[in-house]
C-alpha cells in the first residue's frame, strides 16, 4: 500500500529524484529574509543562475511553481489591448494559451498536431499576419518528449521581428538543454526547480529582459505578488518582494555550485547521453512519441506500439523496485508513457529501470 513517508524514486517528468545531499541543504537553519545572511545567500545564488544562463539581465526567485510566471510574463508585459501569438504543441503550451486569456488578454494560436514542432517558418508566416505585442515558446514540451528548435526561432526573431516580445517556458529544459538567455534575445524565460534542478517543488526561477522590465513599467493593472517592477526593486537590495523559500534557495545554491564546478557544457552532454540512452532503447522495443529530429534531451515520450498495459507495468515496477516512471499526459495516457532523465538521475539508474521494465514486459 502506497505510503507517503516512503515513496518510491521518481523518474516521472517531475519531480525527479533528489539527492540526500540535497536534502541535507534544505534541512539548514533558516534565516530572516530581511538578514544580511539572506542577502549574501540571495546575491550569491542568482550570481551563479546568471552564469548559468548566460545573462546579465535580471534573474528573480519566485515562490511558485513555473506556472506563476506564465501569469507574470503576461500580466507584466502585455497591456490589455494587445494580442499575444500562442504557439501550441501539447498539454503545456496549450495551457499557457489558456492563461493568456485569464489574464484577458486576447490570444491568436499557431497550432501543430502533438509530438510536431514550432519551425521558425511557421512562424515566421503568422506573425507575418498579424500584429502582436508578445509570442510564447514552449522550449521542451513536457507532455511529448519534444525540444522546439528555440535557437532557429530565436535567429528568426530577432531578424525578422525584433520588436516582438518573446517569452519561453524552459520548465523541463533549463539546466538540461543549453540556454543563452542573452544571445538568444529573449524577454522572459523560467523554469521550476523540481524538473533538472532536482529540488523538490516550491521554487521558480525567471531570467527577465531588461526591455521587458521597461516594458511593465507601462502595463497597468499588474498585481502584486508577480509584479516585475517591484522584484527588481527589492532584487537590487539582494531580496524577494515576500518571504521567500528560503530552503529551496540554501538547495538551490548548492545546486548550482556544483552545477558551475561541472560546467554547463559537459552538463547538457551528460543530460544528452542519458537521453540517447532511453532513445536508442525505446527504438528497439517501441518508438519515440514526437518527430525524431526534434527529441527532448531530459525527458522521453515513448509511443506504446506494443499494446502493454501502461498502468500495469508502472503498478508492477513500483511494487517490486520501489521505483515510478511516469504514464502519458492527457489525452497521451496508455498510449504513451514517458521515462525522465535529467537532474541527478545517473545513466546506471536507467539502465536498471529499463531493465525492470523490461522483465515486465517480456
Request: net charge negative; with cysteine; charged share 20%.
Amino acid at each position: 500500500m502506497p505510503d507517503w513517508k516512503h515513496p518510491p524514486r521518481l523518474f516521472i517528468p517531475g519531480p525527479v529524484k533528489v539527492s540526500d545531499d540535497v536534502l541535507q541543504q534544505l534541512a539548514r537553519p533558516t534565516l530572516g529574509h530581511r538578514t544580511q545572511e539572506y542577502m549574501q545567500l540571495h546575491g550569491e545564488t542568482v550570481q551563479l543562475l546568471k552564469r548559468m544562463l548566460f545573462t546579465d539581465q535580471h534573474v528573480f526567485l519566485s515562490t511558485s511553481s513555473g506556472s506563476g510566471i506564465w501569469e507574470a510574463a503576461i500580466r507584466n508585459c502585455v497591456a490589455p489591448e494587445e494580442t499575444v501569438l500562442c504557439t501550441c504543441c501539447g498539454a503545456f503550451s496549450d495551457k499557457w494559451a489558456e492563461v493568456v486569456t485569464l489574464c484577458g488578454r486576447e490570444a491568436d494560436v499557431l497550432e501543430v498536431a502533438w509530438g510536431q514542432a514550432i519551425t521558425p517558418e511557421l512562424l515566421d508566416e503568422k506573425l507575418a499576419a498579424g500584429n502582436y505585442a508578445a509570442v510564447t515558446l514552449v522550449y521542451n514540451e513536457t507532455s511529448t518528449g519534444l525540444a522546439n528548435p528555440v535557437y532557429a526561432i530565436s535567429e528568426m526573431m530577432k531578424a525578422k521581428h525584433p520588436d516582438v516580445l518573446v517569452f519561453v517556458d524552459s520548465v523541463s529544459a533549463m539546466v538540461g538543454l543549453p540556454l543563452h538567455f542573452d544571445d538568444l534575445g529573449w524577454d522572459v524565460t523560467f523554469a521550476s526547480v523540481q524538473k533538472a534542478f532536482a529540488i523538490p517543488p516550491g521554487l521558480a526561477v525567471a531570467a527577465v529582459s531588461n526591455r521587458a522590465l521597461e516594458k511593465s513599467l507601462s502595463v497597468p493593472q499588474r498585481g502584486y505578488y508577480f509584479n516585475f517592477e517591484l522584484w527588481a526593486k527589492n532584487a537590487a537590495k539582494d531580496q524577494t518582494l515576500v518571504t521567500p523559500n528560503i530552503p529551496h534557495i540554501m538547495a538551490l545554491h548548492y545546486q548550482c555550485s556544483k552545477l558551475i564546478d561541472e560546467g554547463m557544457e559537459r552538463v547538457w552532454k551528460r543530460h544528452g547521453e542519458m537521453a540517447q540512452y532511453v532513445r536508442h532503447w525505446a527504438g528497439e522495443k517501441f518508438s519515440i512519441f514526437c518527430d525524431a529530429r526534434y527529441p527532448s534531451d531530459t525527458l522521453t515520450t515513448i509511443r506504446n506500439v506494443m499494446g502493454i498495459d501502461v498502468a500495469k507495468t508502472i503498478a508492477a515496477v513500483r511494487e517490486k523496485h520501489g521505483t515510478l516512471f511516469s504514464d502519458g499526459y492527457g489525452k497521451l495516457k496508455q498510449e504513451t508513457f514517458r521515462i525522465a532523465h535529467m537532474g541527478d538521475i545517473t545513466l546506471g539508474e536507467l539502465e536498471e529501470l529499463l531493465g525492470w521494465i523490461d522483465e515486465e514486459i517480456g
